[in-house]
């Protein structure tokens, strides 16, 4: 179970606090709360309940609420895979079954009530913590689906999933069955759709116009900070996606807000820039959660009251676009990359002799430390990241 990550004060070696004084500038704040603790499985009847009862998103959310139920959502780490693989494995060697015949027991539709292989998702989840039995039903039989792992979409399975997509949208858009018709697994035909082909033709490529970037920041504002919610993890991208008349998708708002228009936001409007002390701070963070490799990491719980300019998303591509630059990284375990990226980052920037930078209550390092700092190129590969509670959405 991965740690909480040390706080970018300690790893500068400031006080926590500084409050604001006639000539000082402004390095925290109480009004910007702290990051959640991590989540600790400490609730046997919960782990029980998460293992063998089948519950919607709505009722999870609802237990979340009234006994405070703790689960995770999100990107199942490396660990979790081979957890699964093995429980999956020994119940495969105790019920005597070949390779089909486990297969009829995975893609069985009956959720739990194939005949004589009741217990079978409930044993592989309590294999696992913290993981809701249906979110394990659903991440299994993707992972071994025939579709799975079928590579980029061609043109032609572009046109057969918009023609799919059409025929049966009379009745609802039945994901199993284009799955069917498309040769392609059900999330991908509608992660593709939703994503890429659906409203294509009032679609809008390139870059943005600042009207374009003004109604998002409107949309997302009335959706988060004028009800109360979180700017950075409270959106439902295809809702605003659909606000903006689909002439922007959910991969390309998201993208948009997370990696240039809140951090931007959260710099009283100027435009951040990615320093050395922001790669120092994140790689002491990182190096302080404990965890065995970094699909384990909730960068969620990264952000702090001193530095919290960057989203978690952002954070999670900051530490690939690291980690790729060490050459035959995919060769090495985290401890290894760890150690590499500790030696190339082990000494901070020295801090300047004055700050200029605007005080506001989003601090990220350059405003703590006016430091030169170096733009990096990021990867516009999506993240994923885990949240306290339902962790994510």
């Known amino acids: 179970m991965q740690q909480q990550p040390v706080r970018s004060d300690t790893i500068l ?28 499985p400490d609730n ?38 081979a957890q699964l693989n093995g429980a999956i494995e020994r119940y495969q060697a ?63 399975e572009d046109d057969l999933l918009v023609q799919c997509c059409r025929s049966v949208q009379e009745h609802g858009q039945q994901w199993e069955k284009i799955s069917d018709m498309v040769q392609r697994m059900a999330g991908d035909c509608r992660d593709r759709y ?5 409203d294509r033709s009032v679609r809008h490529t390139g870059q943005w116009s600042k009207e374009e970037e003004e109604e998002l920041i409107n ?29 922007r998708g959910r991969q390309q708002c998201r993208i948009k807000w997370t990696d240039s228009l809140a951090p931007q936001i959260k710099n009283t409007g100027e435009r951040p820039r990615w ?28 952000p702090d009251d001193h530095w919290n300019i960057w989203s978690a998303h952002s954070l999670q591509r900051r530490w690939l676009t690291m980690k790729r630059g ?23 920037p020295p801090p300047s002799s004055a700050s200029k930078k605007k005080k506001s209550k989003y601090i990220s390092a ?15 590969e999506p993240g994923s990241s885990m949240s306290h509670g339902t962790m994510g959405h």
């Open 94 to 156: 105790q019920k005597g079954l070949t390779p089909a015949e486990l297969d009829q027991v995975i893609f069985s539709n009956k959720m739990g009530k194939e005949k004589g292989h009741e217990s079978f998702w409930a044993e592989i989840t309590s294999a696992i913590q913290l993981r809701p039995i249906i979110a394990v039903y659903h991440h299994v039989r993707r992972a071994r689906h025939p579709f799975a792992n079928k590579g980029a979409w061609t043109k032609t």
């Open 275 to 302: 320093g050395p002390m922001d790669a120092y701070i994140l790689v002491h963070k990182v190096d302080s959660m404990n965890v065995r490799d970094d699909t384990e990491i909730d960068w969620k719980l990264l």
């Open 219 to 247: 949309i997302v504002t009335d959706m988060t900070v004028n009800q109360g919610k979180d700017m950075d993890n409270d959106i439902f991208w295809g809702v605003v996606s659909q606000r903006m008349g689909g002439k």
């Open 194 to 198: 939703r994503n890429h082909l659906q």
């Open 326 to 348: 060490i050459k035959g990284f995919e060769e090495m375990s985290h401890a290894e990359i760890m150690e590499i990226l500790k030696t190339k980052k082990a000494q901070s």
């Open 44 to 81: 046997p009847d919960h782990a029980h309940m998460l293992a063998n009862v089948w519950m919607n998103a709505a009722k999870l959310a609802e237990l979340v609420k009234t006994e405070g139920l703790v689960y995770k959502k999100g990107k199942f780490s490396a660990t979790e895979e």
């Open 366 to 380: 350059e405003a703590v430390n006016d430091i030169d700092d170096i733009d990096v190129q990021m990867e516009l």
């Open 13 to 40: 070696g400031r006080p926590g606090k500084q409050k604001k004084t006639r000539g000082a500038s402004v390095v925290g704040t109480s009004s910007v709360l702290p990051p959640p603790a991590p989540l600790q």
